[in-house]
Structure formats: C-alpha cells, structure tokens
C-alpha cells in the first residue's frame, strides 16, 4: 500500500507571510494524483488543490500553489499571505491512477495563523 | 457545500446499540467512500462503493457494514457499539473523469459520540 507521510504535525505562520507544508509519498507508480484538504475547526474536509502527476506543471489556485518533485516524490503546499481563515488542519493525499483504488491520506499539519 | 449530504449531522447512543448513518453523494457521482476520524487523529478508510458493489476495503471492523442502494445513496451501519467508536464518519462522493482522474468530494459528516 502506498504511504503519505506529513513529517510536520504542526505549523504556525504570521499573517501575510508565506508558509510551506511538507508531504512525501511512496510509490512505485508512474499514474497518481495527488491532493490536498483542508479541515478548519468546522472539520468539514475542503478540497484545496490537486495535481496530476503526468503534468510537470505545477498547479496553483488563487493563494496556493503546490511544489512538485515527481523524482524526490514530494509533494508541498505554499501557502501566500496567509490569511486568518487559513488556520485549519491540512491533509495530504494520493490516489493511484488505476481505476478503483482508494485515497490514502497523511496524518495532517496543524497551520495556526498569528495575527 | 461539496453537494454530498449525510445525516445525522450528530448521533449520541449507548455502548451495545446499533446506528445507521446515511450518505447522499454529489449528482452524477458514482463512487462513494467511508472515513472514520476520531479525535486529533488523521482520516481512516474504512470502504468504498462504485455502483452499488463494494470496490475496496480498507480496516473496517466486522462489526461495521455498509451497502449502496441503486440510487447510489449509501449507509453505514455500526453494531454493538463501543465507546472507543465515537469519532467523525464522514462520506466521499467522486466521479472518474476521462484525464482528470477522481477527485473526493466530502460531506459535512456525523459526529457519533458513545456513551
């Protein structure tokens, strides 16, 4: 099975700064997507962005974006002027490319936002 | 709103009894998982559904069951409930799209507490 690993259970980040959140996966696979979630204290699991692994484009939206290394199989998320509302638990996840598999996630990060 | 619906939104039994949560997924959606979260801790899958068949399971205990109804709605039954059972079920719809692969959409969840 496939592993998500979050090596950081917590962050913190001052407001309007920029914060990166770090996640490794391991694989033997070339097809897989990749995401990331967002659990604010409602724990109502948002989708933030994904990325397909055949792409070498890295994808963005709006104040995130993420830095992908298919060779290192690493997998961060940037976090631009960080907002009040960004403080939330993050989730990383990967699903294979094969029809039928699961999600697997990491065991998340911890983002607090200092006014 | 992601569209998936569940409910309850909140559930308090006793230890020994038996629960139902249900799960509407986003229109068109196929596929519909099932997570387990407990306090502080990271999502676990527990099984999927792809079109009223079971697709894939992961550490569900026997004492779970789910099933997918042909309107693709979902349940997941929990039996002689413990207190260590309390914990967030939440329900994943996704659809598998031709070059975008399957993105999860979540519901709101059920928060189930134990007593």
């Known amino acids: 099975a496939q592993t998500v690993t979050q090596s950081q259970p917590e962050m913190s980040v001052q407001e309007a700064e920029t914060v990166t959140l770090s996640c490794t996966y391991d694989t033997s696979e070339s097809d897989y997507y990749l995401f990331w979630y967002k659990q604010p204290p409602s724990r109502q699991m948002i989708l933030v962005i994904r990325?397909?692994?055949?792409?070498?484009q890295n994808a963005t939206e709006n104040r995130f974006s993420v830095n992908f290394q298919k060779a290192a199989k690493s997998f961060s998320l940037k976090i631009s002027d960080s907002q009040l509302g960004d403080a939330a638990m993050y989730f990383c996840?990967?699903?294979?490319?094969?029809?039928?598999?699961?999600?697997?996630f990491g065991t998340g990060t911890s983002l607090t936002v200092i006014p | 709103d992601s569209g998936v619906t569940q409910t309850p939104k909140h559930l308090i039994t006793a230890t020994g009894q038996r629960v139902t949560l249900r799960c509407s997924p986003r229109?068109?959606?196929?596929?519909v998982y099932w997570y387990q979260q407990s306090l502080d801790q990271g999502l676990q899958f527990l099984i999927q559904?792809?079109?009223?068949?079971?697709?894939a399971k992961g550490n569900i205990l026997e004492r779970f069951s789910a099933q997918q109804f042909p309107d693709l709605h979902s349940e997941l039954n929990l039996s002689s409930l413990e207190l260590g059972d309390s914990a967030l079920y939440f329900c994943?719809?996704?659809?598998?799209?031709?070059?975008?692969?399957?993105?999860?959409?979540f519901g709101p969840g059920t928060r189930l507490l134990v007593l």
């Open positions: 990325q397909e692994a055949y792409k070498q």
């Open positions: 996840a990967y699903r294979s490319g094969n029809t039928g598999n699961q999600f697997y």
């Open positions: 229109s068109g959606d196929l596929s």
């Open positions: 994943a719809s996704s659809v598998l799209t031709s070059g975008n692969g399957e993105t999860q959409y």
């Open positions: 559904y792809y079109n009223g068949e079971e697709r």
